[in-house]
């Protein structure tokens, strides 16, 4: 139901853009979140937008780096978020995964999430 994309091998200090599309519905009523998991790590909450007000939230370590947005009214479409990574360092290396959420709270917990894209790799080289 979710499919990310947009992952890849960049040098630190470059940039990203994760995709995550919705086939068959539209994501207006939900809260769409990226998490990312690095090898022997859990999953930890990177940026969360409800889409209907358009508010974001970010966890600390991405916060003036990263940007979660949806796409653009205009094609009313409702149904691809983004995440746009500048300045990416080599700990941002992870598999990124996007999630939704249908309570309409702001939620940092992947637990908490009702469905999820398969996982894009990003891979940032020092």
């Known amino acids: 139901q979710l499919q990310a994309s947009g992952g890849g091998l960049v040098q630190a200090g470059g940039c990203l853009r994760l995709s995550c599309a919705a086939s068959g519905r539209s994501l207006s009523s939900y809260v769409m979140g990226w998490f990312r998991q690095a090898p022997g790590k859990e999953r930890e909450f990177v940026a969360v937008?409800?889409?209907?007000?358009?508010?974001?939230?970010?966890?600390?370590s991405v916060k003036g780096r990263f940007t979660i947005s949806r796409d653009n009214a205009r094609d009313n479409a409702k149904n691809t978020v983004y995440l746009q990574m500048n300045n990416l360092k080599p700990e941002d290396t992870a598999v990124y995964y996007c999630?939704?959420?249908?309570?309409?709270?702001?939620?940092?917990?992947?637990?908490?999430?009702?469905?999820w894209g398969q996982g894009t790799q990003v891979t940032v080289s020092s």
């Open positions: 999630a939704a959420d249908s309570t309409y709270l702001l939620r940092t917990n992947p637990s908490e999430y009702d469905f």
């Open positions: 937008l409800k889409w209907s007000s358009g508010t974001t939230y970010y966890a600390d």
